[in-house]
């Protein structure tokens, strides 16, 4: 990757987490398309498909603050080995119970909650094991997140759900054969990283109780101007997110006329989109400044959802995903070079499970606007609503994301 003119050297530790978020990520976008499927299979029941779905979402919720203890407290390499291991047994023993013809919905559930639990360990220890792989250099930090924010995008929203929807097909447990070869070549990755001087072995101080650890990482993050603001504009951002996302497949059927085949082709517009958008978001960065990319971005995010409640023509529909796509995840790969340079290492893991929390906070509350605002008006108005409110949101967060002002914090 190229960064004005200089090249960005980020090393082959970096390089094998690169790999091993590639790898699982693809694993992890088969299972996506798959568990669904294999839902359906047993029932027909859209409450027993919402229960699988929020299994696998509610460990952010209940465990998150808590596993930023443990990637706080432990080797962050262990964190994501181990992580991969949970995960890899978990999708052998439904393979198992698949191929037995023993699977149910209370199997169904459990796995996507141990999965989920998996995906919390992992993500966070990765976040955090960046700066350790890589250094604090913002340049370095900028192309790192970005390649993993392209690498994740490929593998859950663009090679991994038509390959397990496709693996399915054909027998339905190889998606989730697939998934548990995918975990377990990324715990070898992970496992073959070398420890050097930065990497954190467990201390053998004595440690506050786990509460008082989880209230020194939201202190510091409510306490930090830039980082409570981060947190607050990617909150409200992922309000309207949610409202968007959620009400695609009506746009897209309602409104655009699209056939399921093109409800699909909108997800993958957003998947090339966010893939540009990650590699080129250290680039960015580095000429216009955070604050700008940030702001911009936001902004831009909201016209192209504004565009969406008011032209209704698939090709737009099309090339506006792929703005939004490129746009949120710039952002995103912004925000989180911004947190990993402000955060010291050792309270890393519990700043960024602290703020995901909040962050996530908005998606229900999204979704339920959403849906409101689609059922009672149009479903154009709930796009045009959240395109005015992203705009409103990018504005009223210049005074305190601006470059400048991101300057004076950092």
């Not at 090393?11 to 976008?29: E, K």
């Not at 992580?83 to 919905?105: E, Q």
Request: net charge positive; with cysteine.
């Amino acid at each position: 990757m190229e960064s004005d003119g200089v090249e960005v050297r980020l090393g082959g530790r970096f390089h094998r987490l690169f790999g091993a978020t590639l790898v699982s990520a693809a694993g992890t976008g088969m299972h996506a398309a798959a568990l669904p499927l294999l839902t359906l299979q047993s029932t027909s029941s859209p409450l027993a498909l919402s229960s699988v779905v929020m299994a696998a979402e509610i460990p952010w919720v209940l465990l998150s603050l808590h596993a930023g203890v443990v990637v706080d407290r432990l080797d962050r390499r262990r964190v994501m080995v181990w992580a991969d291991l949970g995960r890899f047994a978990v999708l052998v023993a439904l393979v198992v119970l698949i191929l037995t013809a023993r699977v149910s919905l209370v199997w169904l559930v459990l796995a996507a909650f141990l999965l989920g639990v998996g995906q919390v360990f992992f993500d966070l220890a990765a976040q955090s094991a960046i700066p350790d792989f890589v250094s604090r250099d913002p340049r370095k930090l900028a192309t790192a997140n970005g390649r993993i924010a392209a690498a994740e995008s490929n593998g859950e929203d663009f090679a991994g759900p038509p390959l397990g929807s496709a693996l399915f097909g054909v027998w339905n447990f190889l998606p989730f054969a697939g998934n548990a070869l995918s975990f377990a070549a990324s715990g070898l990755l992970i496992f073959s990283i070398r420890a050097d001087a930065k990497t954190k072995e467990p201390s053998e101080a004595p440690r506050g109780s786990v509460r008082n650890e989880i209230a020194e990482g939201i202190r510091w993050l409510f306490g930090n101007r830039t980082l409570r603001a981060l947190a607050v504009v990617s909150c409200l951002g992922n309000v309207a997110a949610t409202a968007q996302f959620a009400m695609l497949a009506l746009l897209a059927k309602e409104v655009l006329a699209l056939p399921d085949f093109g409800f699909g082709l909108l997800l993958t517009a957003t998947a090339v989109g966010a893939t540009a958008g990650g590699l080129a978001a250290a680039s960015v960065s580095r000429r216009l400044g955070p604050g700008t990319v940030m702001l911009a971005g936001k902004a831009g995010v909201g016209a192209a959802v504004l565009v969406l409640g008011l032209v209704a023509d698939s090709w737009v529909a099309a090339a506006m995903m792929m703005v939004t796509g490129a746009l949120m995840t710039a952002e995103k790969v912004v925000v989180s070079t911004l947190r990993q340079q402000i955060v010291p290492d050792g309270l890393l893991g519990r700043v960024l499970s602290s703020s995901r929390l909040v962050v996530m906070a908005g998606g229900p509350v999204g979704a339920a606007l959403g849906g409101v605002l689609a059922s009672v008006f149009a479903v154009q108005v709930a796009y045009v609503a959240a395109g005015v409110f992203l705009i409103l949101v990018a504005l009223a967060f210049y005074p305190v994301l601006n470059n400048r002002a991101l300057v004076g914090d950092r």
